[in-house]
């Protein structure tokens, strides 16, 4: 088969280019009812045009996305605090909103603590913490009994001496045991 010259897919595409002009809502509607028939080969095509772009502008789409993020910084981080701070009222009204060893409501304070002790452990092996860990408890639905509120002194103590000081306050006065 003879190929087509210049001249002639030109021409071609001139005339594509006119009856289109001519017919444009035709040609909408006949493309929509064949998308709507077709959706598999939509479907395909969209991929892989998208990896015949990607492939073809990777370092440009990269760069590009770097330049955003060097230039909307201040952007980045107040989204991403506001969702931190989110999450955390979130988890705090779900606790309790005050700590369950010496009764602090401070929320700049609280923070959640592993009832068995086990956080370091499970940091090592993995588990999330900080905004990652309030959105998995979240959609847990808040699990008891695996956490708990504590202030940062009382999450540190426990942490560290396996005990808080709080608990030796209340049983002097009163006999009893706080945490």
């Not at 230039?71 to 009204?93: D, M, Q, T, W, Y």
Request: net charge positive.
């Amino acid at each position: 088969m003879a190929r087509k010259s210049k001249e002639a897919i030109e021409r071609g595409n001139q005339f594509s280019r006119d009856y289109y002009a001519k017919n444009t809502e035709a040609c909408k509607q006949m493309t929509k009812a064949w998308r709507e028939a077709n959706p598999d080969k939509v479907r395909q095509y969209r991929k892989n045009a998208w990896r015949k772009r990607y492939s073809e502008h990777a370092a440009e789409e990269l760069a590009r996305i770097n330049e955003w993020k060097k230039r909307n910084k201040s952007k980045i981080a107040l989204g991403s605090s506001v969702s931190l701070i989110a999450e955390k009222l979130a988890f705090l009204e779900a606790y309790g909103n005050c700590c369950e060893c010496c009764g602090d409501e401070r929320f700049e304070f609280l923070t959640g603590d592993h009832v068995n002790g086990n956080g370091a452990a499970l940091r090592r092996a993995g588990e999330k913490f900080g905004y990652d860990l309030y959105r998995k408890l979240r959609l847990m639905g808040y699990p008891k009994g695996e956490y708990r509120l504590l202030c940062m002194n009382c999450n540190f103590a426990h942490g560290k001496y396996g005990y808080c000081p709080h608990q030796f306050e209340a049983n002097r006065e009163y006999g009893l045991s706080a945490c």
